[in-house]
């Protein structure tokens, strides 16, 4: 299935992403508001444990102290 969509912005279309589909098909059985609730939590866990692995990797791959960290905060 090819779905487009088109952007008020830019006026262009683009394809839907693999993850977009999956989730219009949940929105199709019309889940109970605490399903959809769980969901938004397990994405947002899901991406967040994502983001952590690539900044640990990138602190360890340039060798990046807590205090780089510390000073950039405070930048």
Same mark, same amino acid.
């Given at each position: #299935?090819?779905? $487009?969509?088109?952007?008020?912005? +830019? #006026?262009?279309?683009?394809?839907?992403? +693999?993850?977009?589909?999956?989730?219009?098909?949940?929105?199709? $059985?019309?889940?109970?508001? &605490?399903? @959809?609730?769980?969901?938004?939590?397990? @994405?947002?866990?899901? $991406?967040?444990?994502?983001?952590?692995?690539?900044?640990?990797?990138?602190?360890?791959?340039? !060798?990046?102290? &807590? &205090?780089?960290?510390?000073?950039?905060? !405070?930048?």
């Amino acid at each position: #299935m090819c779905i $487009f969509v088109k952007s008020n912005i +830019a #006026m262009q279309s683009q394809k839907l992403s +693999a993850l977009q589909l999956e989730l219009l098909n949940i929105y199709s $059985f019309q889940p109970k508001e &605490e399903d @959809l609730l769980a969901i938004k939590q397990l @994405l947002a866990k899901y $991406f967040s444990g994502k983001l952590q692995k690539k900044i640990q990797k990138a602190i360890e791959e340039k !060798n990046i102290t &807590e &205090e780089d960290l510390d000073r950039w905060i !405070n930048e």
